[in-house]
């Protein structure tokens, strides 16, 4: 597909509103590289909480993990940009922009692409119902399965008690997962000297805090309630950075974790049927080296006779 004409002059020397209403990027338009791998075939893909905007965001592995995929949708589920982050300092290297683009160029192929407003973006929320280049925003919306099932898609922090009745203590606890996530980057810079794959050391405190481990039990009946009480046969959310496929009663609580803490995400494939992808470990999987073919020396034949 040939990219579109530039903008033409008005008169004014500004572009027309039809013009700005038509117009692409080029870049838009720009073949992909070819890969060395076949692009997975899916028929939906939910990820949540990228934190773009923030040192902890695992752009690089986001961005291989997109690179991967094809899918028809694509549900963004709430905190992709850090707005609290960015009120604080700016913080936006290439690979975000580079994860903006990947977004933007699915959408413009064909992918439905929508994004579900969180807590750390709700700067977005009035614009629920709008669409901008290509990609939908709203507040929470229903998905139906291959199979007939029907979902609600929702970040979860309308469940999350601390950050709906005491906003204070929810950027205090912000400002301690700040840290822990400094020391997760320091972790993980001492583990590539070493070659040794990514470790989420704020995931692994995280399951072993018992009072965070009540929280996500909670959280996680909380959501599961508010789906039976819309009739609904399941709830995708993210929020609080734990993928879980989890049944509660008649309702299914999936959660597509997060790109902080564990690289993961929610596929569903073409007959209904939904499971966690763990980036990092297939990452890991990919790079780890095959061990050496045994070799069958005097010595060894000896020992086996």
């Known amino acids: 597909m040939a990219p579109r004409a530039l903008l033409k002059d008005t008169g004014k020397g500004l572009p027309s509103a039809m013009d700005l209403a038509t117009s692409i990027p080029a870049w ?15 028929r939906t893909v939910w990820i949540s909480d990228l ?9 690089t592995m986001l961005l291989d993990f997109l690179a991967s995929i094809e899918c028809e949708t694509l549900y963004l589920v709430g905190d992709i940009v850090d707005g609290w982050r960015l009120s604080k300092g700016w913080y936006w290297p290439d690979e975000h922009n580079e994860v903006v683009r990947r977004v933007l160029k699915m959408a413009h192929r064909g992918t439905r692409v929508v994004l579900i407003a969180g807590n750390h973006d709700e700067m977005l929320r009035p614009y629920a119902g709008m669409s901008f280049g290509g990609v939908e925003l709203a507040l929470d919306t229903i998905h139906e399965t291959a199979d007939g099932r029907r979902l609600l898609v929702t970040h979860g922090d309308g469940f999350d008690g601390v950050v709906l009745y005491a906003r204070w203590l929810a950027f205090l606890g912000d400002k301690a997962y700040e840290v822990l996530l400094k ?89 209904g049927a939904i499971s966690i992808i763990d980036w990092a470990a297939e990452t890991a999987r990919q790079n780890a080296a095959p061990e050496p073919a045994a070799v069958n020396t005097p010595a060894r034949e000896k020992e086996r006779a």
């Open 51 to 59: 934190h773009l905007g923030t040192r902890g965001c695992n752009a």
């Open 28 to 42: 838009l338009d720009l073949p992909e590289p070819r890969g060395f791998r076949p692009k997975r075939k899916l």
């Open 183 to 271: 020391t997760n980057r320091w972790v993980n810079l001492i583990r590539r000297q070493f070659r040794l794959p990514y470790w989420s050391l704020s995931s692994y405190m995280k399951k072993r805090v018992k009072n965070a481990v009540q929280f996500i039990c909670d959280f996680e009946e909380a959501v599961a309630h508010a789906a039976r009480d819309l009739g609904v046969d399941g709830v995708v959310c993210g929020h609080i950075h734990c993928a879980e496929i989890r049944q509660i009663g008649d309702v299914t609580y999936y959660n597509d974790g997060d790109w902080v803490e564990s690289c993961t995400a929610l596929v569903e494939d073409a007959s």
